[in-house]
């Protein structure tokens, strides 16, 4: 399990980001697509660390909503 961010984008396309992967993001036209491409960018991104034997970060991201 991975806690992913996203916020749709000035070009009208939605941007996800997995803070616990440093570089792991990607986009969709739609959020659901977003969505569905983070999950596969997220899986290559372990995949890669695996097949070069380098440990895979652990999720340590915490999220707060503040009121300003």
Partial sequence: MRQVVIAPGEDGY??????????CVSQGRTR??????????????IAALRED?????EENFGTLLVAV
């Fill in 53 to 57: 034997s380098l440990p895979v970060p």
């Fill in 32 to 45: 659901e697509e977003a969505i569905a491409n983070i999950k596969e960018a997220i899986e290559g991104y």
């Fill in 14 to 23: 939605w941007l996800a980001e997995c803070p616990s992967l440093p570089g």
